[in-house]
């Protein structure tokens, strides 16, 4: 489980970081997370409440007071499966320490039962400051989540530790509070995009992967805690949290990338789209059109994928994928039996909505005791969270 469908307070308290909670907002409700913002009156110094209302999925609130509720706090408290408090200043955290309920913010966390994960934000002096780190270290005590900060600049032209974590990497951090810790400790290889084969130093051979799937894979596996290597032809932004990130353009590239990796690998899902043809020459420089049209002749790319399923450890799992435009169980099946893979997903490419370039999919998983999962049009985020809950049900119980 992610962040979709999740109820999520955001907190902001009043410091010059309160700016950046916008892009936590609006990240938050991008991944299909229902998000309350509640302000203090100190933030809305900073960034007004409208900009709030307008991104979230609630109008912001702000005061006790300020809404025809009697218990507005009471409300968002007990709904909530969340609550982030992003940037969380030194009188916020001390007020919460101390279990102080001055405004809603501070209500509204005494009165969940919910996880809290605390972003705090603050100049190097007050987060080293021997109070600060105390009240932090009650609140870890009792079970609350400090995301803590980084070094960088600070207001004022300061340099030092106190910067708020980057939006990002807040965002990922909630999402592993909400996410099942199933593949904690485990190593995971993801590939993804479409491979380029040179025809000349200017053109090239490829597919229309966009790469996806492959991102939404790597990026439901951070979630869930695994230590993820990312080898992408991709030119997308890589998950944060991806411990590793392997750029390549042919299918020679990723196999040596992913070969010299895999038996450190607990998991490697091959959501790439490598080529199955390359020229057989490769043109020095560009070939010009007045030469008239040039011969291509092909040759077959190495399918590294066979290697990997002979040579895979006994506690690997190998995860294919199979895009079909006919016979998608009859096809994939045979690919899974051949390449002696333990899961293959099977897309149907001409359906609409679904395979290359797309922000949906829909796919048959199947194992071999046969079809694992089959899943309509959905996100491909939701299509990597089925997955995933087919290897982890496959992992040995040690990773579990």
Avoid at 42 to 51: E, N
Avoid at 176 to 202: C, F, H, M, Y
Avoid at 310 to 321: D, E, H, I, M, T
Wanted: proline share 6%.
């Amino acid at each position: 489980m992610s962040v979709t469908g999740r109820r999520i307070v955001l907190g902001v308290s009043g410091g010059i970081a309160a700016y950046k909670a916008v892009e936590v907002c609006r990240r938050l409700v991008d991944a299909g997370a229902h998000v309350a913002p509640v302000l203090t009156p100190d933030a809305t110094r900073f960034v007004g409440a409208v900009t709030f209302s307008a991104l979230a999925s609630e109008p912001a609130r702000i005061s006790l007071w300020d809404s025809g509720e009697p218990i507005p706090h009471t409300r968002l408290g007990q709904t909530a499966d969340l609550i982030v408090v992003a940037p969380a200043t030194a009188r916020l955290i001390g007020a919460y320490a101390g279990g102080l309920s001055d405004g809603l913010l501070t209500a509204t966390l005494l009165a969940t039962r919910a996880p809290v994960l605390v972003c705090p934000a603050m100049h190097t002096e007050m987060w080293e400051h021997p109070a600060v780190q105390e009240n932090l270290s009650t609140l870890r005590r009792r079970g609350v989540h400090i995301l803590e900060p980084v070094a960088g600049r600070l207001a004022g032209g300061d340099v030092g530790a106190g910067r708020l974590a980057d939006p990002a990497a807040i965002v990922v951090a909630a999402a592993r509070l909400l996410s099942p810790q199933d593949l904690k400790g485990v190593r995971v290889i993801v590939t993804a995009g479409g491979t380029r084969e040179p025809i000349d130093s200017v053109r090239v051979i490829t597919n229309r992967s966009s790469g996806k799937q492959g991102y939404a894979v790597a990026a439901e596996a951070v979630a869930r805690g695994a230590t993820v290597t990312l080898v992408t032809t991709a030119a997308l932004a890589p998950p944060p949290g991806v411990v590793e990130v392997v750029e390549v353009d042919t299918a020679a590239e990723m196999q040596h990338a992913v070969v010299t990796r895999a038996a450190g690998a607990d998991v490697i899902v091959m959501a790439a789209a490598v080529a199955d043809f390359r020229p057989a020459t490769v043109a020095s420089g560009k070939i010009k059109k007045d030469a008239g049209v040039p011969d291509l002749v092909l040759e077959p790319t190495h399918d590294f994928l066979v290697d990997l399923g002979r040579s895979k450890p006994a506690n690997q799992v190998l995860v294919g994928f199979a895009a079909e435009t006919d016979s998608l169980v009859d096809n994939a099946r045979a690919k899974l039996q051949r390449k002696n893979l333990d899961l293959i997903v099977a897309n149907d490419v001409s359906a609409p909505g679904a395979g290359f370039e797309h922000d949906t999919n829909a796919v048959v998983i199947l194992g071999v005791d046969g079809v694992v999962a089959d899943v309509p049009l959905s996100s491909k985020r939701e299509i990597a969270r089925a997955l995933l809950d087919a290897v982890a049900a496959r992992l040995p119980r040690s990773h579990q």
